[in-house]
């Protein structure tokens, strides 16, 4: 089993900056890609960025350049940096752990980012 814990989250001002913090724990050499998701009240959950096992990261269109996933693999944490945000940055977000190819998938609470005008 494989447990994470998000931190991070919080109330901000639009245009300000957060860094959001993913620990895992547990049977971690079950996982070898990470994500950062969000979901807002009434909206689906979408997928902010990814991080592979050997760095590489992808981002949807809609996050490129304010959003920066990043990862420490001595310490099991993963990162979520996001900068100049705006009131609609608002939503829980969520850490994904998983391995590509199988059924290991995991995810966090959750934490939450409030972005005020």
């Known amino acids: 089993q494989v447990q994470l814990v998000e931190s991070g989250g919080g109330l901000v001002q639009a245009g300000g900056s957060l860094r959001l913090s993913c620990a895992a724990s547990g049977s971690t050499a079950n996982i070898n890609t990470f994500g950062w998701y969000r979901q807002a009240p009434g909206e689906q959950r979408e997928r902010v960025a990814t991080i592979y096992s050997g760095g590489v990261t992808n981002y949807p269109d809609s996050m490129k350049g304010r959003f920066t996933i990043s990862r420490d693999n001595a310490k099991n944490t993963v990162y979520l940096q996001m900068n100049s945000l705006k009131p609609e940055d608002t939503a829980v977000y969520y850490c994904?752990?998983?391995?590509?190819?199988?059924?290991?998938?995991?995810w966090g609470q959750g934490t939450q980012v409030t972005v005020s005008s």
């Open positions: 994904r752990g998983y391995m590509v190819g199988s059924s290991y998938d995991y």
